[in-house]
Structure formats: C-alpha cells, structure tokens
C-alpha cells in the first residue's frame, strides 16, 4: 500500500521561509518524477513544481520562480520544497506527487493517483 506523507507546513509572516518535506512508502520514487502542488479553498490542485528522476533538472510555475526550490533525495524516497520569501498568495494546502510524466519545461504533468493528506501553509502578518 502506497503512503504519501506530507509535512513541513504552518503558520509565517510574509518574506519568511518553511521547508516542506514528503515521504513516501510502498512505491520507489526513484523512477518517478516528482511534483508539488498547491490547492487554494474551492479550487483545483495546480502544480508548482516538478524535478527529474535524478534531479538534474526542475522546473516552477512563474508565480514562485527564484522563491521555491524543489529536491529530492532517493535514497530516503523522500522529496523536499524549500520555500522562501513566502507571500500572503502562497496559502495553500501543499501536497507531493509522484507524476506518471512530467515536463520541467512546459510544466505539464500527468500525476498519479498517489496523494496524501497535504500539508497547510499560512502566510499571515
């Protein structure tokens, strides 16, 4: 059974930074791309950013291009964003994916169907 854990989240003032992990057991992310999302109240999950397999490459939405940095570390199949210069735009319930495909230069993915729980980000002064 495929778990997706998602943690990292909480309460920061605007400009601050937190750092978003996943974990994912029953599934060897190693041949994955994998994805972080967002989801804002009442609306769909929108994709913020996406790494390769070996994390040569990644790719962001322009909304948090030169703020957020996606990483992963295979051996703990585990994959991280590190989120910086937070904006009050960046509330959002976060969560991982590990993507059927993805493109980190059209940004197109076709996630899986693996999702955990999320993990909630507050940016609030």
């Known amino acids: 059974q495929v778990q997706v854990v998602e943690s990292g989240g909480g309460l920061v003032q605007p400009g601050g930074s937190l750092r978003l992990s996943c974990v994912v057991s029953g599934l060897t992310i190693r041949i994955y791309p994998m994805t972080w999302y967002r989801q804002y109240p009442g609306k769909e999950r929108e994709v913020v950013a996406v790494?390769?397999?070996?994390?040569?490459?990644?790719g962001y939405v322009d909304s948090v291009k030169g703020r957020f940095t996606i990483s992963r570390d295979n051996a703990k199949n585990a994959v991280y964003l590190q989120m910086n210069n937070l904006k009050l735009e960046d509330t959002a319930l976060y969560y991982c994916?590990?993507?059927?495909?993805?493109?980190?230069?059209?940004?197109?993915?076709?996630?899986?169907?693996?999702w955990g729980q999320g993990t909630q980000v507050t940016v609030s002064s």
């Open positions: 790494i390769t397999t070996t994390g040569d490459r990644t």
């Open positions: 994916n590990a993507a059927k495909a993805a493109s980190t230069i059209t940004m197109s993915v076709v996630p899986s169907d693996y």
